[in-house]
């Protein structure tokens, strides 16, 4: 079947895939047609007959070091859809590439059957996706989540699928007599689908386990984490998902890309706990176009002044190669050290310098640098000081230096005396010139007495 990327529902994805309509790249992520599917309850009893074939693939193949790894632009990568729909059932191993089709499980096939036949009638765009299931666990098989209502219904049979879509998903109102429950906290998903495409398989079970990792540092109940099936684009994998409310309570679902265990902690502290969206993984939102995902990334970095989050600016990097010259031209291996001559107009560690309009900038300029925070590296390779001075007041106390009207007195540090900078090795070159010049003398003297 053809892909449409206009057609408002095509999109119902099983496996957020399900059926299937290939786009350009062969990703999927619409559905394609119906097929029929089973009982949360009933169809579950055939675990273990499919596995995710992933077993003998390499990172350097499909992993984090894959060849075409973080080699495709992420910004705009989400087509538009407005809700999206998660049936809880079985897990990875045992999902088919095409779950939609599978033949020994009803459930998923007649739901994603029902969401493509009933489309037209729904208000907003649906997307359908797998995730993990356990009976007896928070996530049973058959439970339904949706965002962004933020709801889960409990324990969806193949016997209850038409009704289920007809009064929730058709009409968006309550599935009776099942009362939805609240959601609370966010939510992520990461595609895990290997069956159906071995990059997801590789790095999404690497992805998942950083999370659970992470979480029980004073996450634990307020995050959910959970394998998912395809999502579309395989070739950005790993491919996560967050649902989850903002400051003003609005539910969002942000997608990212290329994500690796590494950028777990990153995704946890700046997106779950601050709210910011981490623009260097960032693929797109549910409920925005593609056009606008562009802008709003676009206007983002403008914002932060072209930073991708976490990593510093060109100009930041020169700035610091910058400082880093200054403090090797005044004397290597020194500290910044604050104002040392700002009560002791007479030390020896500082002098009056009359300094003319035409150098202020400068002045100030090294200023500025001496201002720049020191990374432990470079304290640890410190060993002496240098103070930079200022003083506002022209021409004050004793004969100030530069007289009065526009010419500003400052007071600059002078750089350190022979005797200050000396170092262990010039004194090792000291040692050897002296025992140099007592061995020619030593040896002219023998000469002599030879002679």
């Known amino acids: 079947m053809a892909s449409n990327r ?57 992993g984090f070091s894959r060849p075409d790894f973080r080699q495709s632009p992420l910004s705009g990568t989400v087509q538009f859809y407005e809700r999206h729909v998660f049936l809880c059932y079985k897990h990875p191993q045992v999902w088919p590439p095409r779950i939609e089709a599978a033949e020994f499980d009803r459930l998923p096939r007649l739901l994603s059957a029902a969401l ?75 595609c895990s689908h290997g069956s159906r495409d071995r990059r997801c398989g590789v790095c999404g079970p690497a992805i998942i386990a ?13 995050v959910s984490v ?20 903002n400051i003003d309570g609005k539910v969002s679902g942000h997608w990212y890309g290329y994500v690796t265990p590494d950028d777990v902690p990153i995704l946890l502290e700046q997106h779950i706990e601050k709210g910011e969206i981490v623009n260097e993984l960032w693929r797109g939102e549910m409920g925005v176009s593609e056009e606008e995902q562009k802008k709003s990334q676009e206007l983002r970095l403008q914002q932060n002044g072209g930073a991708d989050d976490g990593k510093p600016t060109k100009e930041e990097t020169l700035q610091t190669q910058t ?3 200054d403090d090797a031209a005044c004397g290597s291996q ?26 202020t900038e400068k ?34 106390g004793g004969g100030g230096g530069g007289g009065g009207g526009g010419a500003s007195t400052r007071k600059v540090c002078a750089m350190p005396t022979w005797f200050e900078s000396w170092e262990r090795e010039d004194t090792y070159a000291a040692l050897a010139v002296v025992g140099a010049a007592v061995s020619v003398a030593v040896a002219f003297h023998c000469y002599r007495q030879l002679a």
């Open 210 to 222: 950083r999370f659970k990792e992470e979480i029980v540092h004073g996450l634990q109940g307020k």
């Open 363 to 396: 002045v100030d300029a090294y200023e500025r640098e001496a201002k720049v925070v020191v990374t432990p590296e470079k304290k640890k390779s410190s060993k002496k000081t240098i103070s930079r001075c200022s003083s506002s007041k022209g021409g004050g």
């Open 226 to 245: 959970s394998p998912c099936s395809h999502i579309g684009g395989h070739k950005y994998a790993g491919n996560v998902i967050i649902f989850g409310s």
């Open 116 to 190: 493509l036949a009933r489309k037209g009638e729904m208000k907003k765009q649906t997307r359908l996706t797998i995730c993990e299931g356990h009976d007896g666990t928070e996530t049973s098989n058959g439970d339904v989540l949706i965002f962004p209502d933020m709801i889960r219904y409990r324990r969806l049979t193949h016997f209850d699928v038409d009704t289920f879509v007809e009064e929730v998903l058709v009409k968006d109102g309550e599935w009776q007599p099942v009362t939805p429950e609240k959601l609370k906290g966010s939510y992520i998903f990461v």
């Open 6 to 62: 206009d057609d408002p529902l095509t999109f119902i994805n099983l496996s957020s895939s399900p059926v299937t309509v290939s786009s350009a790249e062969g990703d999927s992520f619409l559905l394609d047609p119906p097929s029929q599917i089973g009982s949360a309850s009933g169809s579950f009893q055939n675990e273990g007959l499919l596995s995710g074939g992933d077993g003998g693939t390499t990172d350097a193949e499909f």
């Open 323 to 325: 400082n880093e010259i």
């Open 334 to 359: 020194m500290e910044v050290k604050a104002c040392c001559c700002q009560e002791n107009r007479d030390s020896s560690c500082c002098q009056k310098n009359p300094v003319s309009s035409g150098k």
